[in-house]
């Protein structure tokens, strides 16, 4: 068997929480490879939503395991209260939920940190979630971090203290405002992490490696998108993880002749949070319509997001560094009732036209060109057929896939499980 990947092809958001929960069915394992609690991960179903940031979308389908891979980042804290609203939903997650031994932590002193590099930083701020992630993916590559399975050795509070008080250092060192008490952070902290001990920790790579040879279908979800890629995204406002395809081999420890199905996740239109460029973001009525219909508030910090037209040249990009087998347009329902639709194919950049994404993506070296397109007035959310989908739309989307080269072969019209039409 082969491990398939479902991967965020944008600025993260783009409704992987929602596909990975329709697509569980048909895998034994889900397994997060990177990023952490900077995720937000929106599930609905039954009438109720569920925002899960570092558990598995998988973790609602009674009989499928939920793996937290090595490349994931975990805040003890910020599992815990996970789990805590898990229980509330009678999710018998003890059973179901595996941890590798290899995830790094983050602690307190991490989020500390983070909001000290933010803040010193002023107006060039990358606008980071404050979860600490950037700081504790340092300290795994600078060699000093603290792994789950350091949680199973008698000496791990030794190392703890020297990290932490390293890292207290360290935010005096930025001179900047920051008040907090983290006496009160750490008993929080060391309370979440005997929770934590209590679940199963793994040799996840060995664990896959297993469940391969026994014929065990793997979805990896991903966190994230591919313009918040570490390497390819548009930097320095990233995240500090590979969000790319190759990041689900170094986070699983899967070789890339293991993997099958690349599903790359879109939306119709664009969302980025946070700062950093953005060539298609808009600044009038139509943006404030994607954001007010497409409800575009941040799952994980609640801050808007900036909403734009569809970038191809990006989408493109993304396709290209994953290797996309097939795609998936979300949120195409929020485009209903638009007059006219815009999707940017090609810049102006620097007085050129080019169709890759430059080394630099400055907005002010940046004219997009667009193609128009006519909309559609017709309600998608009741929908479950492709063959009643609207002309226009239907027009859309055939100009997506001749252009990408690459079939679509999911439109979700709502965020609910039932609101997904597959072509
Ligand atoms: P993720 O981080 O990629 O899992 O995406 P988020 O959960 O952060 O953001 C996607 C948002 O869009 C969530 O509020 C979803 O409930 C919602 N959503 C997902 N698919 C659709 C869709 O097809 N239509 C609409 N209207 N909302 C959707
Ligand atoms: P999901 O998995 C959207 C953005 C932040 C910020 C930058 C760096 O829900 O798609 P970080 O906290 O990682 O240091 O922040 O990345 N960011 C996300 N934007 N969706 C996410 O995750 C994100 N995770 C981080 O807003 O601009
Ligand atoms: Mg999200």
Known sequence: MAVDLLLGLQWGDEGKGKIVDVLTSNYNIIARFQGGPN???????????????????GIFHEDAVNLVGNGVVIDPVIFKNELDKLATQN??????????????LILPTHRLLDAASEASKGKAKIGSTLKGI?????????????????LELDNWKDKYRALANKHESMVNFYNVDLE??????ETEFFEA?????????????????????????ILAEGAQGSLLDIDFGTYPFVTSSNTTAAGACTGLGIAPTSIGEVFGIFKAYTTRVGSGPFPTELFDEDGETMGRVGQEFGATTGRSRRCGW???????????????????????????????????TAYKYKGEIIQHFP?????????????????????????????????SLNAYIDFLEKELEIPIKVVSVGPDRKQTIFR
């Open 39 to 57: 995720a937000g991960h929106t599930l609905v179903f039954n009438g109720m939503k569920h925002v899960l940031h570092t558990i598995p979308s």
């Open 359 to 391: 080394y630099n993506v400055e907005v002010e070296n940046i004219t997009p060109i667009y193609t128009d397109f006519e909309g559609w007035a017709e309600d998608l959310t009741e929908m479950d057929n492709e063959s009643t989908l609207p002309k």
């Open 91 to 104: 999710v018998d997650y003890r059973k179901s939920l595996v941890i590798s031994r290899k995830a790094h």
């Open 134 to 150: 950037g700081p504790t993916y340092m300290d795994k590559t600078g060699r000093n971090g603290i792994r789950v399975g350091d």
């Open 180 to 185: 907090y008490n983290l006496e009160e952070l």
């Open 193 to 217: 992490v005997d929770v934590l001990k209590s679940l199963k920790f793994i040799d996840s790579e060995e664990y896959l490696h297993q469940a391969l040879r026994d014929q065990k279908s």
């Open 310 to 344: 569809l970038d191809l040249v990006a989408l493109r990009y993304a396709c290209q560094v994953n290797g996309v087998t097939q795609l998936m347009m979300m949120k195409a329902d929020v485009l209903s009732g638009f007059k006219s639709l815009k999707v940017c």
